[in-house]
């Protein structure tokens, strides 16, 4: 006859089954291993592919934007010390320190050389325009 697992067994396969599942949860922190993992957003439009990084309390002079062979490159280091007293003399200091590094691939048809970055309240905003090439083209149909 098969028997209810109970205690610490519970706990264990509870614990092993939310770490196998944890690389899939879009919904988790923004770390990974201990490390920060900057969330993405990628949109292609008309005219540009747009990138928006979440990059909270990092300084902007601690991110770099580069692009090589149609991949975008976003990297960085996070660097935060937090550091608390109270009245009884009781001190509490708390560091992270980590870098990162993010790339995406870009379609071959855009201008390198006209790509803007703009950073504003821990948002990290990429516009990559497109070539005259690369745009859909209308063409009209006579009737």
């Known amino acids: 006859m098969f028997g209810l697992v109970r205690g610490n067994r519970t706990r264990d396969l509870d614990r092993l089954f939310n770490d196998l599942w944890r690389p899939f ?5 923004t770390t990974a291993n201990g490390r920060f993992v900057p969330r993405l957003d990628v949109k292609e439009t008309e005219d ?15 991110v770099d934007v580069s692009v090589h062979n149609h991949c ?17 003399g009781y001190r509490v200091t708390e560091r992270s320190y980590g870098r990162f590094e993010r790339h995406i691939a870009l379609p071959e048809n855009v201008d ?3 790509i803007a970055a703009d950073y504003k309240d821990g948002v990290l905003h990429i516009t990559v325009p497109k070539t005259e090439v690369a745009k859909p083209k209308k063409i009209e149909v006579n009737s």
């Open 112 to 114: 390198e050389e006209e």
């Open 72 to 88: 975008l490159r976003i990297a960085g280091e996070k660097k935060q010390e937090k550091e608390e007293k109270d009245d009884n």
């Open 25 to 29: 949860d879009l919904a988790a922190p």
């Open 48 to 62: 540009a592919v747009e990138v928006e990084a979440e990059l909270p309390g990092i300084d902007a002079k601690n």
